[in-house]
């Protein structure tokens, strides 16, 4: 009799969603990515359109094994890989391997995505099936890529300048970069004192803060003030001042000012609550 064989990466997932498709349907796991760059120098042909060559993962070539060996007898292929780009590089990955084994033929593979483990979630991605996104495979290509360039090439020369065993990264060598930048930048700032005068009023009930942004018809800027002693001379002048006069309002201006909720929880916002 034959079935629907339905790949997805984790085999706790193939149980769950054996149970919500039926006996219809085979699900299988991928166990993951299915094919890599070859580990050697060349997997990435920087001369030639930055050509890929690949090469299958040993250590799942046994669950690819066991895919292939189920679509002999199955009369369509569903790729439920992960809703991401690396899910949509699985999937033509091991729709690629498949090819190579001649086991595709004329049998239709779709690929479906859903973003909850629920029987009506699954069933609704199998009813609007869509072919591989290859924009997302180029993605997670484009991304493999410059992992495999920037750690092939600096990772040999941190074991000849620092010491054996260290890695570069594409993203951890970046922000290396900008932590030791901004470590400089830190240890070169110079620090500066300055003083800022501000006085609480009242009115009609209402207490608030005024700051001194002018003196004696001049703004103050930041660096104006810079000791004590000037701040002392400016507070005893605005007393004096204010001896003869009371302070007024000038001018009030009203501002409507829109204001966004806070964001949804993530896992780590959630947590820091």
């Known amino acids: 009799m034959a079935y629907q064989l339905v790949i997805v990466e984790s085999p706790a997932k193939a149980k769950t969603i054996q149970k919500y498709l039926g006996d219809d349907f085979q699900v299988l796991a991928s166990y993951g990515h299915v094919r890599d760059l070859q580990p050697k120098e060349g997997a990435?042909?920087?001369?030639?359109?930055?050509?890929?060559?690949?090469?299958?993962?040993?250590?799942?070539?046994?669950?690819?094994?066991?895919?292939?060996?189920?679509?002999?007898?199955?009369?369509?292929?569903?790729?439920?890989?992960?809703?991401?780009?690396?899910?949509?590089?699985?999937?033509?990955?091991?729709?690629?391997?498949?090819?190579?084994?001649?086991?595709?033929?004329?049998?239709?593979?779709?690929?479906?995505?859903?973003?909850?483990?629920?029987?009506?979630?699954?069933?609704?991605?199998?009813?609007?099936?869509?072919?591989?996104?290859?924009?997302?495979?180029?993605?997670?290509?484009?991304?493999?890529?410059?992992?495999?360039?920037?750690g092939f090439n600096l990772s040999p020369l941190l074991w000849r300048k620092v010491r054996p065993g260290l890695s570069a990264g594409r993203v951890q060598s970046a922000a290396l970069r900008l932590i030791c930048e901004r470590e400089n930048e830190i240890e070169a700032f110079v620090s500066r004192e300055y003083w800022t005068i501000a006085s609480r009023l009242q009115q009609a009930g209402s207490e608030f803060t005024g700051r001194l942004t002018h003196w004696q018809t001049k703004k103050l800027e930041q660096f104006d003030v810079t000791n004590s002693d000037q701040a002392e001379a400016i507070r005893s002048g605005m007393e004096e001042d204010l001896s003869r006069q009371a302070l007024r309002v000038r001018e009030v201006e009203r501002k409507s000012r829109q204001r966004q909720p806070a964001a949804p929880f993530t896992t780590s916002t959630l947590q820091q609550e």
Do not use: C
């Not at 250590?59 to 949509?88: F, Q, S, Y």
């Not at 973003?115 to 180029?138: F, Y």
């Open 44 to 150: 990435v042909d920087t001369e030639h359109d930055f050509a890929m060559r690949y090469a299958a993962i040993e250590r799942n070539e046994r669950h690819v094994d066991a895919i292939a060996k189920a679509l002999r007898g199955a009369d369509k292929l569903w790729l439920a890989t992960d809703p991401d780009r690396e899910g949509e590089a699985i999937s033509w990955h091991l729709v690629e391997l498949l090819r190579e084994r001649h086991l595709l033929g004329n049998k239709p593979a779709q690929r479906v995505v859903f973003h909850e483990i629920t029987k009506k979630a699954v069933q609704e991605a199998i009813a609007t099936p869509r072919e591989i996104a290859m924009d997302l495979v180029n993605a997670q290509q484009a991304r493999r890529a410059l992992d495999y360039l920037v």
